[in-house]
């Protein structure tokens, strides 16, 4: 396993290193931020999803993933993990949170998996995750909250519900961000260093 950290703020760079990185043979996990984005399942109706006049009006790009699964904002309070690994036999049986469940709770963080793939702190949502599996390589990505403009991401994730059609819906969620749970690291890219430190004890990396 070897951890990368992406030098790019670009949604679709950072989409598309995902994809060059799933056609590859190493098992990876790659951590990024985005400038203001949001970012769509690939079997969403983006009108239904998104704002997308609020989201032009704030210089917020709007980019389709491959995955599928629900809507997501990002920003540069916002922290994108991805697990690019082999996936064996049943390549989406394995927890793919749990290393990131248990390096918030290394952080003192009281922080569990739901049942979508999501991780909830105090019944909040910090993290949601979408998957992707291509040929024997599983590409299992998510955010993690940790000062996010979260009025930003409410009002650009308000579609028009009328124009959905057969598009998939997302599930909308109470959210939280990690910040104010953590008074030790103040800010991004302190968080980014212990998750990346944390993540190297949890594969025992040198």
Known sequence: MRIIVSNSRNAAENLAL???LLLEPESVVLLYVNDKSVIVGRNQTIEAEVDCAY???HCIDVVRRESGGGAVYHDCGNVNYAFIVDGGKNPLDRDYTEPIVWALREMGVDA??????????????VSGSASMVKRSRVLFHGTLLFDSDLLMLDKALRGDESLRGR??????????????????????????????SLLKRYYDMK
């Open 18 to 20: 995902e994809q060059q």
């Open 55 to 57: 989201c032009k009006s």
């Open 112 to 125: 569990v998996a739901g049942h979508r793939g999501e991780i909830l702190v105090g019944g909040a949502k």
């Open 167 to 196: 598009g998939v819906k997302s599930v909308r969620s109470t959210v939280c961000n990690l910040k104010p749970l953590l008074p030790n690291v103040p800010d991004i890219s302190h968080f980014i260093t212990e998750l990346f």
